[in-house]
């Protein structure tokens, strides 16, 4: 999986990348613009998804950028860990919004999981999933949902999609391959200090 | 250099499956001069092209054909397809296995006689003794390169055991060391040592590591008497009107089939896929299946009381680098009624890479309790809890009713409930995993349930009646005389320890009986 997230120059997407990396630069050098974003950390324009505080867009290739937007604050909500950036959640999310470019089915679970989940939360909370804005609130929102195939292939696609991404590794302290490195042998198999 | 034999040939031994039995039987015999064709379903993979990567080697070597999954085991509601996690590949599962090379013990042959009747278990003794084996298990142990026999130094303790050995100690456990373990820890047998890679489930890039892919199959090669033929699924096993089998039938690389015709066959395809063959192979003689007049074929699946605990500490502990099962706790491996449960467990040194953390630490599990264990991940020592299960006649590998694999062949289902021996026994080895963890510091640790089977038995067992098994002491089917199980499907019983040494040991005492008894021409 490519960890890129970034649209025109990686994917060499078309016109509409090319606008949101426009609107992007724009609005990263905007420091009142990024953040009055703080709330809503990530933004919808036309069809991308932006988050101007980690400088980055994503045209969705197939769902709504709505739904992309909240699929990446409940990817969070899923799996939260507060060091890892939103690119982090957005990257596994895109995988999923790529396997939906070639599934009508999943494409719908998507769309219908999300406005079900955006349902709920209007109904308790009068606002849309995404700005919820207690993660606990939120949380119980998607244990209502816990059953649904729509959740649980979201959480099932976002264990690979987050900590199989070679990225994040460094980050929870995993060195991935060694064999190339002559393996640990003269690198601290067993440098353990403490006990 | 390799054989190359005919088709027609009836005259060879065919094996069927190349990993710790089948591999093993077949370089013996090799070595012995005996024209021998191991056909295997996976593909040819060699140590250059295994990967440090735990998906992509997942997907690299596994056996992923579909399967089904039924029973209370927790495997069939995360992993309904996957029942186990073995090896399609030549080698088969010595390319994942951790290299844990324990003997029995003299109980553990008799579980029938030391345990009495366990409600539910269907014990049996082993028609074969340790004092029997022993001289197997010292030729297996040379052979493999096993640390602490022969002369053979242990494996130095990499982090993951510090903080085992350390619990240990303020446990006051005995014995703890870093293993029994068929990995070099200097070199020999034409292999070096160990480089401390980790990854040792992933196919050891080195070769450090015993596996019949790289220190058996060449042996047996270079006598031009064993020819392997990777890419050949059996799906049938063929006899004659008196009963005896003539040969098997296969899918070829390119899926076409193929009649290999053989004196004699030995079915070493691990224990879901032994007993399948088996199973698949009926016909109007066997209606229920070869060499299954006992019913017992595909019944007392075993798969080892399994399960892990985790525990994280303040500080780093790098569980990952290094060998994987770099270690061991035996006390709690003996049989004694007054801790709750008949039978004991090992405690092994284990590390799972962060993408295969976050699978199985607790499948499904997702929040904060689940991500901020992650988050600690660095900070972690892991081990293994592996025991003996209780066999029983309802845990088997049946043929699916309806599901076809792509050769239009019924598809496996693999049903387990655990025993409440089983249980019994997997909360008490939580309980002395966390406590020994705890007692260096631990501030959480994790019961992890049980990851899906490696060590996969029972499925063809031995008895010294026919009635009560399939094969007898020489893993020779009691009802057709030139028909074996060469893997652990035979085990009568599966005993605490890891399984891939009583295999060896099992194969090459088998080596010696068939060439015996086709030098007397008895098969």
Not at chain 1, 19 to 36: E, K, N
Not at chain 2, 75 to 90: H, R
Not at chain 2, 200 to 224: D, M, R, V, Y
Request: charge should be neutral; proline fraction near 5%.
């Amino acid at each position: 999986m490519s960890s890129t997230m970034d649209s025109g120059a990686d994917s060499g997407a078309g016109p509409n990348a090319r606008a949101a990396v426009g609107r992007r630069a724009f609005l990263a050098g905007s420091a009142t613009a990024a953040a009055a974003a703080a709330a809503a950390a990530i933004l919808v324009s036309g069809g991308a998804i932006l988050c101007p505080r980690e400088a980055w867009g994503y045209e969705t290739k197939a769902l709504a950028p709505d739904t992309m937007r909240s699929l990446v604050r409940m990817a969070r909500d899923i799996y939260p860990h507060d060091r890892l950036p939103d690119r982090v959640y957005a990257v596994a999310m895109k995988v999923q919004d790529e396997a939906a470019a070639s599934d009508a089915k999943l494409k719908e679970m998507y769309e219908a999981g999300m406005a079900k989940l955006d349902k709920l939360a209007k109904a308790k909370h009068a606002t849309p999933y995404a700005d919820v804005g207690w993660e606990a609130d939120r949380v119980r929102l998607l244990h209502e949902m816990e059953a649904d195939p729509f959740f649980q292939k979201v959480r099932g696609g976002l264990v690979t999609g987050i900590y199989n991404n070679k990225e994040v590794w460094p980050l929870f302290g995993y060195e991935g391959e060694s064999a190339a490195k002559g393996g640990y042998i003269d690198r601290g198999f067993n440098d353990i200090e403490w006990l | 250099m390799a054989a190359k034999f005919d088709l027609n040939d009836d005259s060879v031994v065919v094996i069927v499956g190349s990993g710790a039995g089948g591999g093993t039987l077949g370089t013996q015999l090799a070595l012995k001069g005996i024209k021998t064709v191991i056909l295997e379903a996976g593909a040819r993979h060699e140590m250059e092209d295994f990967q440090n990567d735990e998906w992509a080697s997942f997907t690299q070597i596994s056996w992923l054909d579909p399967r089904t999954t039924s029973g209370s085991w927790r495997v069939a509601k995360d992993f309904p397809n996957l029942p186990a996690w073995i090896v399609k590949a030549v080698g088969g599962s010595t390319i994942h296995w951790a290299g844990a090379s324990l003997r029995f013990q003299p109980h553990e042959f008799k579980t029938r006689t030391t345990y009495g009747d366990i409600p539910g278990a269907n014990l049996l003794d082993w028609p074969v003794t340790l004092e029997e084996m022993d001289p197997w298990y010292a030729k297996a142990e040379d052979r493999m390169g096993v640390t602490r026999t022969n002369g053979i130094p242990g494996l130095p303790g990499n982090n993951n055991f510090k903080v085992m050995k350390a619990g240990a100690d303020k446990m006051g456990y005995k014995e703890c060391h870093t293993g029994r373990m068929a990995i070099n820890s200097q070199e020999r047998d034409n292999r070096g040592g160990c480089q401390q890679i980790g990854f040792c489930f992933q196919g050891c890039k080195s070769g450090a590591k015993w596996s019949t892919l790289i220190a058996e199959i060449p042996k047996g090669e270079e006598t031009g008497k064993l020819e392997v033929r990777p890419n050949s699924q059996v799906l049938k096993i063929e006899h004659d009107p008196r009963g005896k089998v003539t040969g098997v039938v296969y899918a070829d690389k390119d899926g076409t089939m193929q009649r290999q015709k053989a004196r004699i066959v030995a079915v070493a395809g691990n224990s879901i896929e032994s007993p399948r063959l088996l199973l698949n192979s009926a016909s109007s003689m066997f209606p229920d299946g070869l060499a299954n007049s006992s019913g017992q074929v595909g019944k007392n699946y075993m798969r080892h009381m399994t399960g892990s605990v985790y525990g994280m500490f303040d500080k780093p502990v790098r569980m990952y680098r290094g060998t994987t099962m770099a270690g061991v706790v035996k006390d709690e491996a003996r049989h004694d009624p007054s801790r709750g449960f008949v039978g004991g467990y090992e405690m092994e040194t284990l590390s799972l890479g962060l993408p295969f953390m976050a699978a199985f630490l607790d499948p499904g599990s997702w929040g904060r309790e689940f991500t901020s264990a992650l988050d600690g991940y660095d900070r972690m020592a892991g081990m293994w809890l592996v025991g003996e299960d209780m066999p029983q006649e309802t845990n088997r590998v049946t043929l699916h009713s309806e599901m076809k694999d792509k050769y239009g062949l019924p598809i496996p289902d693999v049903h387990f409930d655990d025993h409440p021996n089983d249980i019994a026994m997997r909360n008490h080895a939580y309980r002395q995993g966390s406590a020994l963890y705890e007692s260096v510091g631990a501030i959480r640790t994790f019961p992890t349930p049980p990851y899906p089977s490696t060590h996969n038995l029972g499925t063809n067992r031995m008895s010294e009646k026919p009635r009560d098994g399939v094969v007898n002491k020489w893993g020779q089917a009691h009802d057709v005389a030139n028909l074996f199980v060469s893997d652990g499907s035979q085990f009568t019983t599966g005993a605490s320890e890891n399984p891939t040494l009583t295999i060896v040991a099992l194969a090459l005492r088998q080596a010696d009986y068939i060439a015996d008894q086709m030098s007397k021409n008895a098969i």
